[in-house]
T-cell receptor, first 113, second 114 residues
């Protein structure tokens, strides 16, 4: 079992609709969770981080965390073609080191005009 | 803005050559990282460093070494390049912290070993 599971996609969503990206993780000790966006040929850039159970909103983006289910998601409202990218989920694993982001392989999102 | 600069964007090297990838960050971050990214495999951590002259192995350190002589600079060394090291290499930095802090990436170095 991978430490971080993401559907590789591609996930195709019509412009203006809600895109829902999901991520499950195996380490129950993870305290923080990060979503990064990566355009083709570019490096990842941070979209959001979430630390507590529940929802966290930032503009068109909402991160949702359920630690009991070991599940984190990212919702993108009013999807735009510029949102087409690969989205990486990264739980922060605690333990014998304090800087271990564990990366999912990413979900490729395509927004259709 | 945080800036992480990778000096070489595109390199073509021959099998057996020694390869140096240089990375500099300008935000006085404690932590620096080297990842490689391959299609379908995601980001894989090669080495990281949390202080000058300190280094820790990541998930795939074989065939690589690193050097951190100054806080702002973290170098990745391929002692004897092989074709299976053809990949995109990403340098990153972050501040310390038990809850995790944002990692900032460089633009990436595309290495082809022929």
């Amino acid at each position: 079992q991978k430490e971080v599971e993401q559907n590789s996609g591609p996930l195709s969503v019509p412009e203006g609709a809600i895109a829902s990206l999901n991520c499950t993780y195996s380490d129950r000790g993870s305290q923080s969770f990060f979503w990064y966006r990566q355009y083709s040929g570019k490096s990842p850039e941070l979209i959001m981080s979430i630390y507590s159970n529940g929802d966290k909103e930032d503009g068109r983006f909402t991160a949702q965390l359920n630690k009991a289910s070991q599940y984190v998601s990212l919702l993108i409202r009013d999807s735009q073609p510029s949102d087409s990218a690969t989205y990486l989920c990264a739980p922060f694993r605690t333990g014998d080191s304090n800087y271990q982001l564990i990366w999912g392989a990413g979900t490729k999102l395509i927004i259709k005009p | 803005d945080v800036k992480v600069t990778q000096s070489s964007r595109y390199l073509v090297k021959r099998t057996g050559e020694k390869v140096f990838l240089e990375c500099v960050q300008d935000m006085d971050h404690e932590n620096m990282f080297w990842y490689r990214q391959d299609p379908g495999l995601g980001l894989r951590l090669i080495y990281f460093s949390y202080d000058v002259k300190m280094k820790e192995k990541g998930d795939i350190p074989e065939g690589y070494s690193v050097s951190r002589e100054k806080k702002e600079r973290f170098s990745l060394i391929l002692e004897s390049a092989s074709t299976n090291q053809t990949s995109m290499y990403l340098c990153a930095s972050s501040t310390g912290g038990a809850k995790g802090n944002t990692i900032y990436f460089g633009e990436g170095s595309w290495l082809t070993v022929v």
